[in-house]
């Protein structure tokens, strides 16, 4: 079964076809700049050179119905003629209190996913967009949604409610729903799958380092607390995103600065994090040249961000009570064993010993602590789009 996966934003779309049998990824691809001048699709077939499609886009219909042509090309498709693509799975950021788990797209679901675009303004609506044109496009192919807040529904209330009136709970739906769920779900089953024990008996603490950064704290296959909030602001020190601060600094900052309405949002999701703190760069790799040159705000803004993810795992060994595993994933964690390692220092009071051999490594499912450490600290790549083609082959034909 070919299942197709799509991850739509405002003006970009990521895909990716699976041979579901045996998990193979066939083609994978990026459209950019739909709507805007000079889009462009870059499709993969994998094991060929890549193939560039240089044409306007104006919407996300036109820029899927290229990815469709893409996919049944005759010299760099995947499939002889649409009907081969059995199901399409739709990554979608916020599902609300709504769905804990995936769940087939109807027209009951569509207006489900409506109604929470109030909680993530930015992302929902390109979501919805990519379903409603591959619906027009591919009327009769079942489809699915897999959500990154769903797998944090079954954080217990203490972990989700914020201590402001109730009442905002109620009207608002203000509470914790965290993000990033596929990918922490994913890589909690993986280390299962490493430790060879089942996931319903393990405690895991996962940390998703990329650009967007988020930790949970998993206990038998359930995610009880994570980082991310209301919105993914929340949390740890992001590439572009503050995390956690004290909420008197907004309206301080916004008086102080004469701000307009809206600007601390901004200032807050794009000026802040490792970019804010170094005055570089949101990417990790040109902060780290900087720090290693002597910068002092770039070595500033790497501590600083370790000392966050250090933050949360310390809390969440002590809500899980301990602690089988440490999992790293996403860019930073995948790549950056330098991060990985100042994080781990001076943990062995928790029963994490890293092994400094070990962790010379990137990008690859390996075991990176010492074999006398309590806790294994694993690094497992991660892959959303699996999790979304598993969850599209289980939920497609229901
Ligand atoms: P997202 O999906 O949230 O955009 P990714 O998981 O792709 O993010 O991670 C992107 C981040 O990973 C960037 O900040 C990038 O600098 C960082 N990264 C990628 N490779 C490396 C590396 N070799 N060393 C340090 N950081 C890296």
């Given at each position: 079964m070919k299942v197709l996966v799509i991850n739509c934003g405002s003006s970009s779309l990521k895909y990716q076809v699976l041979q579901m049998e045996s998990e193979t990824l066939l083609c994978k691809g990026l459209v950019e700049r739909i709507g805007i001048k000079g889009s462009v699709l870059k499709h993969e077939k994998i094991g060929q050179d890549k193939f560039v499609l240089e044409v306007p886009m104006n919407d996300h219909k036109d820029a899927i119905g290229h990815v469709l042509d893409a996919i049944v090309d005759e010299n760099h498709g995947v499939a002889k003629s649409m009907a081969e693509i059995e199901a399409v799975g739709h990554r979608v950021v916020h599902a609300g209190e709504k769905y804990a788990s995936s769940v087939k797209i109807t027209e009951a679901v569509m207006q489900a996913l409506e109604e929470c675009t109030d909680l993530a303004p930015l992302h929902n609506p390109p979501n919805i967009l990519g379903i409603r044109a591959c619906q027009e496009l591919m009327p009769n192919t079942p489809m699915v949604a897999v959500f990154d807040t769903a797998f944090h529904q079954t954080m217990p209330a203490e972990s989700y409610i914020y201590a402001i009136p109730y009442e905002y709970y109620e009207?608002?739906?203000?509470r914790r729903y965290g993000f990033h769920g596929t990918s922490h779900k994913y890589v909690a089953e993986r280390a299962a799958a490493m430790l060879g024990k089942p996931l319903n008996e393990l405690k895991i603490i996962t940390c998703h380092l990329g650009n967007g950064a988020s930790v949970s704290a998993i206990k038998n296959g359930k995610c009880i607390d994570t980082s991310m909030g209301f919105t993914p602001l929340e949390g740890l020190v992001m590439g572009t995103r503050s995390g956690d601060i004290d909420p008197a600094i907004v309206t301080y900052i916004r008086q102080k600065e004469n701000l307009p309405q809206g600007e601390m949002n901004n200032i807050l999701n794009k000026k802040s994090g490792i970019l804010g703190i170094s005055g570089i760069s949101s990417d990790f790799r040109d902060v780290e040249a900087a720090a290693e040159e002597g910068n002092y705000r770039a070595q500033l803004a790497e501590k600083v961000f370790a000392h966050k993810v250090r933050f949360y795992i310390g809390a969440y060994f002590a809500e899980l009570n301990g602690a089988d595993a440490i999992v790293f994933t996403a860019g930073v964690g995948e790549n950056d064993m330098n991060m990985r390692d100042v994080i781990c220092q001076n943990m062995d009071a928790l029963g994490v010993k890293m092994d400094l051999v070990k962790n010379k490594v990137r990008g690859k499912e390996t075991v990176i602590s010492a074999d006398d450490s309590k806790v294994k600290v694993l690094l497992i790549p991660t892959n959303e789009e699996l999790m979304i083609a598993r969850d599209t082959v289980a939920l497609a034909n229901d």
């Open positions: 009207k608002y739906k203000v």
